[in-house]
């Protein structure tokens, strides 16, 4: 499925990421996207291009946490006291979602 441009449903299927946090991410600006209202419903259009630039900017912490094998929230609190950036969050009655590592801070912190 490669096509110029997805709505955040799209992005969401492709990646595993949640719809929520696509659109979450889509509002604060740190995925570049265009509203569009398709059906009567408001929705965000995402270039490939700048699907990229965000994947090369930023890493989804539940994605990097799945991947080392360890929780979410262990993998937040590692990477914050060796001073990785966490941003995007999106706080929620008991704990934070949609987390992301800007990878520019990552530096030497993958050897938690």
Known sequence: MMTDSYTAKDVAALTGWKHECVTHWCKLGLL?????????????????????????????LADLARDLGTS??????????????????KATEATTRCALVRTSSMGNTLSV
């Open 72 to 89: 979410s929230r262990a993998l937040r609190l590692a990477l914050l006291e060796k001073g990785a950036e966490i941003i995007g969050e």
């Open 32 to 60: 570049n996207s265009s509203r569009a209202r398709r059906g009567g419903a408001d929705t965000f259009d995402i270039s490939a291009k700048d699907l990229v630039e965000f994947q090369k900017r930023y890493v989804v």
